[in-house]
Protein backbone atom coordinates (compact mmCIF):
# COMPACT_ATOMS: atom_id res chain seq x y z
CA UNK A 1 0.00 0.00 0.00
CA UNK A 2 2.32 2.28 0.93
CA UNK A 3 4.75 1.84 -2.01
CA UNK A 4 1.20 2.33 -4.57
CA UNK A 5 1.09 5.85 -2.40
CA UNK A 6 4.82 6.21 -3.21
CA UNK A 7 4.19 5.66 -7.00
CA UNK A 8 1.04 8.00 -7.50
CA UNK A 9 2.65 10.59 -5.73
CA UNK A 10 5.80 10.17 -8.19
CA UNK A 11 3.13 10.22 -10.82
CA UNK A 12 1.61 13.05 -9.16
CA UNK A 13 4.87 15.25 -9.60
CA UNK A 14 5.49 14.41 -12.88
CA UNK A 15 2.15 15.69 -13.93
CA UNK A 16 2.61 18.90 -12.08
CA UNK A 17 5.94 19.43 -13.71
CA UNK A 18 4.45 18.61 -17.35
CA UNK A 19 1.60 20.89 -16.80
CA UNK A 20 3.25 23.59 -15.17
CA UNK A 21 6.28 23.77 -18.09
CA UNK A 22 7.27 26.98 -19.31
CA UNK A 23 8.64 26.78 -23.13
CA UNK A 24 11.73 28.96 -22.95
CA UNK A 25 11.48 32.32 -24.93
CA UNK A 26 14.26 31.12 -28.15
CA UNK A 27 11.28 28.72 -29.12
CA UNK A 28 8.88 31.88 -29.92
CA UNK A 29 5.11 30.73 -30.69
CA UNK A 30 6.43 27.30 -31.73
CA UNK A 31 6.58 24.09 -30.37
CA UNK A 32 9.64 22.90 -28.99
CA UNK A 33 11.35 19.66 -26.97
CA UNK A 34 10.48 19.80 -23.56
CA UNK A 35 13.66 19.62 -21.51
CA UNK A 36 14.61 20.05 -17.97
CA UNK A 37 17.63 21.66 -16.66
CA UNK A 38 19.63 19.19 -14.46
CA UNK A 39 22.73 21.35 -14.27
CA UNK A 40 23.72 25.25 -15.46
CA UNK A 41 27.04 26.38 -15.77
CA UNK A 42 28.49 30.00 -17.31
CA UNK A 43 29.93 27.30 -19.92
CA UNK A 44 27.20 24.74 -20.28
CA UNK A 45 23.95 23.08 -19.37
CA UNK A 46 22.64 19.56 -18.71
CA UNK A 47 19.38 19.34 -19.46
CA UNK A 48 16.74 15.98 -19.37
CA UNK A 49 14.76 15.77 -22.38
CA UNK A 50 11.74 13.67 -22.68
CA UNK A 51 10.62 11.35 -25.49
CA UNK A 52 9.07 12.93 -28.45
CA UNK A 53 8.46 11.66 -31.91
CA UNK A 54 10.16 13.58 -35.10
CA UNK A 55 10.40 13.28 -38.62
CA UNK A 56 13.79 12.74 -40.67
CA UNK A 57 16.23 12.81 -43.64
CA UNK A 58 20.15 12.35 -44.00
CA UNK A 59 22.64 12.28 -46.70
CA UNK A 60 26.59 11.16 -46.13
CA UNK A 61 28.62 13.05 -48.06
CA UNK A 62 32.60 14.29 -47.77
CA UNK A 63 31.96 18.04 -47.80
CA UNK A 64 28.55 18.98 -46.46
CA UNK A 65 27.87 23.01 -47.27
CA UNK A 66 24.62 24.97 -48.21
CA UNK A 67 23.42 23.04 -50.67
CA UNK A 68 23.58 20.43 -48.98
CA UNK A 69 22.05 21.36 -46.00
CA UNK A 70 18.95 22.88 -48.03
CA UNK A 71 19.01 19.37 -49.90
CA UNK A 72 17.97 18.21 -46.31
CA UNK A 73 15.59 21.22 -45.02
CA UNK A 74 13.82 20.79 -48.37
CA UNK A 75 12.98 17.35 -48.23
CA UNK A 76 11.40 17.99 -44.91
CA UNK A 77 9.77 21.13 -45.40
CA UNK A 78 7.73 19.37 -48.31
CA UNK A 79 6.62 16.92 -45.66
CA UNK A 80 5.35 19.53 -43.33
CA UNK A 81 3.48 20.93 -46.78
CA UNK A 82 1.42 18.04 -47.35
CA UNK A 83 3.69 15.66 -49.01
CA UNK A 84 2.05 12.90 -46.55
CA UNK A 85 -0.44 10.62 -45.82
CA UNK A 86 -3.41 11.70 -45.77
CA UNK A 87 -2.01 15.09 -47.10
CA UNK A 88 -2.02 17.21 -44.51
CA UNK A 89 -0.37 20.39 -43.53
CA UNK A 90 2.18 19.71 -39.92
CA UNK A 91 2.90 22.92 -38.09
CA UNK A 92 6.74 24.03 -38.23
CA UNK A 93 8.50 23.53 -34.92
CA UNK A 94 12.03 23.99 -33.05
CA UNK A 95 14.59 23.84 -33.32
CA UNK A 96 16.04 22.20 -36.66
CA UNK A 97 18.27 19.24 -35.03
CA UNK A 98 20.93 17.48 -37.07
CA UNK A 99 22.74 15.25 -36.19
CA UNK A 100 26.72 14.68 -37.42
CA UNK A 101 28.23 11.59 -37.57
CA UNK A 102 31.66 11.35 -38.73
CA UNK A 103 32.67 7.85 -40.02
CA UNK A 104 36.33 6.43 -40.56
CA UNK A 105 36.53 6.19 -44.63
CA UNK A 106 36.55 10.63 -44.07
CA UNK A 107 32.48 11.34 -45.09
CA UNK A 108 29.92 12.28 -42.62
CA UNK A 109 26.45 10.95 -42.07
CA UNK A 110 23.82 14.11 -41.80
CA UNK A 111 20.70 13.65 -40.48
CA UNK A 112 17.95 16.33 -39.90
CA UNK A 113 14.91 16.37 -37.90
CA UNK A 114 12.04 18.38 -37.48
CA UNK A 115 10.11 17.71 -34.13
CA UNK A 116 6.50 16.23 -34.83
CA UNK A 117 3.82 18.82 -32.93
CA UNK A 118 2.62 18.14 -29.87
CA UNK A 119 -0.80 18.00 -31.93
CA UNK A 120 0.47 14.94 -33.70
CA UNK A 121 2.90 13.65 -31.78
CA UNK A 122 -0.02 10.52 -32.51
CA UNK A 123 -1.41 9.91 -36.13
CA UNK A 124 1.72 10.88 -37.48
CA UNK A 125 0.99 11.81 -41.01
CA UNK A 126 3.08 9.26 -42.87
CA UNK A 127 5.96 10.56 -45.40
CA UNK A 128 5.17 10.03 -49.28
CA UNK A 129 8.93 10.00 -49.69
CA UNK A 130 10.78 7.40 -49.16
CA UNK A 131 14.08 9.36 -47.98
CA UNK A 132 11.86 10.55 -44.73
CA UNK A 133 11.36 8.88 -42.21
CA UNK A 134 9.05 9.41 -38.16
CA UNK A 135 11.80 8.31 -35.38
CA UNK A 136 10.78 7.94 -31.72
CA UNK A 137 13.30 9.96 -29.75
CA UNK A 138 13.81 8.34 -26.52
CA UNK A 139 14.66 10.52 -23.16
CA UNK A 140 17.92 11.48 -23.42
CA UNK A 141 20.51 13.61 -21.35
CA UNK A 142 22.55 16.17 -23.43
CA UNK A 143 25.64 18.93 -22.58
CA UNK A 144 24.15 22.27 -24.42
CA UNK A 145 26.46 25.27 -25.15
CA UNK A 146 24.14 28.12 -26.59
CA UNK A 147 25.33 30.92 -29.02
CA UNK A 148 23.77 33.43 -30.81
CA UNK A 149 24.13 35.07 -34.40
CA UNK A 150 23.72 33.43 -37.31
CA UNK A 151 25.89 30.17 -37.33
CA UNK A 152 27.27 28.15 -40.00
CA UNK A 153 29.19 24.41 -40.52
CA UNK A 154 32.75 26.48 -39.00
CA UNK A 155 30.87 28.17 -36.05
CA UNK A 156 29.40 24.92 -34.66
CA UNK A 157 32.64 22.81 -34.72
CA UNK A 158 34.43 25.94 -32.79
CA UNK A 159 31.41 25.99 -30.05
CA UNK A 160 31.88 21.95 -29.88
CA UNK A 161 35.52 22.17 -29.39
CA UNK A 162 34.84 24.90 -26.64
CA UNK A 163 31.80 22.68 -25.26
CA UNK A 164 34.28 19.25 -25.17
CA UNK A 165 36.91 21.67 -23.72
CA UNK A 166 34.42 22.61 -20.67
CA UNK A 167 33.69 19.65 -20.08
CA UNK A 168 36.88 17.50 -20.10
CA UNK A 169 38.06 20.26 -16.94
CA UNK A 170 35.74 17.78 -14.44
CA UNK A 171 36.31 14.07 -14.91
CA UNK A 172 32.68 13.32 -14.45
CA UNK A 173 31.49 14.94 -17.34
CA UNK A 174 31.14 11.97 -19.44
CA UNK A 175 29.51 12.05 -23.32
CA UNK A 176 29.67 9.88 -26.76
CA UNK A 177 32.44 11.58 -28.77
CA UNK A 178 30.91 9.88 -31.84
CA UNK A 179 28.68 11.89 -32.66
CA UNK A 180 27.19 15.83 -31.83
CA UNK A 181 24.09 17.81 -32.88
CA UNK A 182 23.79 21.03 -34.52
CA UNK A 183 20.44 23.22 -33.12
CA UNK A 184 19.28 26.56 -35.03
CA UNK A 185 15.79 28.29 -33.43
CA UNK A 186 15.37 30.73 -36.39
CA UNK A 187 14.53 31.43 -39.56
CA UNK A 188 17.28 32.64 -41.92
CA UNK A 189 14.94 36.07 -41.93
CA UNK A 190 15.36 36.41 -38.01
CA UNK A 191 18.15 38.80 -37.79
CA UNK A 192 18.62 39.42 -33.98
CA UNK A 193 18.38 37.56 -31.17
CA UNK A 194 19.00 34.83 -32.67
CA UNK A 195 19.43 31.79 -30.69
CA UNK A 196 22.04 28.19 -31.79
CA UNK A 197 22.59 25.50 -29.68
CA UNK A 198 25.56 22.54 -30.08
CA UNK A 199 25.01 19.30 -28.14
CA UNK A 200 26.98 15.80 -26.80
CA UNK A 201 24.92 13.21 -25.42
CA UNK A 202 25.72 12.39 -21.63
CA UNK A 203 26.59 8.84 -20.88
CA UNK A 204 26.07 7.72 -17.67
CA UNK A 205 29.48 6.54 -15.56
Not at 119 to 134: E, F, G, I, R
Not at 158 to 168: A, H, V, Y
Not at 187 to 203: C, D, K, M, T, Y
Request: hydrophobic share 40%.
Amino acid sequence: MLSFILSFGSLLIIVQATSDYVKPWFCHRLDCPKFTVLQNTTDYQLRHYIPSKWVATNMTVATYGRSSNGQLFQKLFQYISGNNVPGEKVEMTAPVVTTVIPESDGQTMYIMHFMIPYAKQTNTPVPNDSDVYLVDVPAMDVYVKSFGGFAGESTYVTKLQELKTSLDTNASNVYDSSQFFTLGYDSPFAFINRHNEVWLQAVKA
